[in-house]
């Protein structure tokens, strides 16, 4: 799989997909629970780190509304990301 604008998965609750530029890129649509977040999150990481001259980025996109409901979950999922991960990851929230 090469590192053009793709999407990776797609379903009713979320999409994934890496940009032209090589950077991931998550847009959740609908509430996940945090294993299925982790799990995207994985998939695409692993991905970006095939390409040996970059360091992955990530941006995770969420509705102010569902961070509402995640938001323990998405605090600390992304803190723990930016402090034990090779790479930048964005939290996004749209309003």
Do not use: W
Request: hydrophobic share 35%; with cysteine; glycine share 4%.
């Amino acid at each position: 799989m090469g590192l053009n604008e793709q999407n990776i998965k797609q379903n009713k609750s979320y999409r994934t997909m890496i940009d032209s530029e090589g950077a991931g890129h998550i847009r959740i649509i609908r509430r996940i629970n945090l294993k299925t977040l982790i799990e995207i999150f994985k998939e695409l990481y692993l991905e970006l780190k095939k390409d040996p001259e970059k360091k992955p980025h990530i941006t995770i996109y969420v509705s102010h509304s569902i961070y509402e409901e995640m938001s323990d979950n998405m605090k600390h999922f992304h803190e723990f990301a930016v402090s034990c991960m090779d790479g930048t990851f964005d939290l996004i929230v749209i309003s």
